[in-house]
């Protein structure tokens, strides 16, 4: 079976052959490499779906699942889930270069997660333990969907540029339209901020089952809530801007809560409980202790 290895450089080669796509010149030569990137980038999310298959398969038993259990793993089924929608985007809009933008995150998370490792598994099979995953997952989504939307960001920044200077080499670049890549930038902030909303309520049940109480002061409590007080005004703001035609101030906020997302990152992974996960989004949200 396929290693860590194998779709890291699958997908180093599939950026390689974006960049490639984007110096070559005439339309038999892009097409071409539009089709040869493209191949790449699918072998690669082929190759990555067997790793995460097999580690599903292989932890299997009757009495508990131990997948998921750990930030090495769930670094690469974040990064799984946006090489999907890289896809899908890829898919719809053919002719345009999306993944210049969003495969060096998918790179810089499986790299991430194979250079710091947690092989401890976390929680147990009980009942508190669900409620641990479902509330991870919702997190593991909504800060995949806060990356996502900043790539989006980077798109709709470039594109603008490009219709401000059409003089500029930068219109070999391909993108989709600036109202497209505004559209899908509100829908990755409003998404993101359904779902850290739904982890910061499932993070409660957790604490309830496992401790019967919710320690309201905690730093993970608090900070889960507050990232989700921010995704909320920021899909709000996004929308009202949309209304009045700001697309750049929409973009400016994606930006933002991607900042955020990162700081934190950082921050939790520098305290003593970074490195020693208690908790499957421990790396992004902190814990949820009593």
Known sequence: MPNETCFLVAYVLAFILEVARFGSSGEWTRRWAWRIASGMMVLAFLTHTLYLAYRV???WSPNQFAAFRTWHDWGFLAAWLIAGASLWMSYRRSDKQTGLFVLPIIIGIVGLAI????????GTSSSASFWRLTHSA?????????????AVAMMYFVQGWRLKHPGSSANALRLPSLEYLQSIGRKCILGSAVAVGFGVVSGGIMNLMQHGQIAWTD???LFSTALFVWLSIAAVLQWILSKRGRGEWTAILSVLSFAIVLVAFAVVMSAPHGSSPTSLAAPLVGRWRA
Do not use: E, H, K, Q
Request: glycine fraction near 14%.
């Open 57 to 59: 398969w292989g932890s």
């Open 115 to 122: 250079a710091f490792p947690s092989p401890s598994p976390i």
């Open 138 to 150: 919702a997190m593991l989504i909504g800060t995949m969907l806060v990356a996502l939307g900043f």
């Open 219 to 221: 730093r993970g409590i």
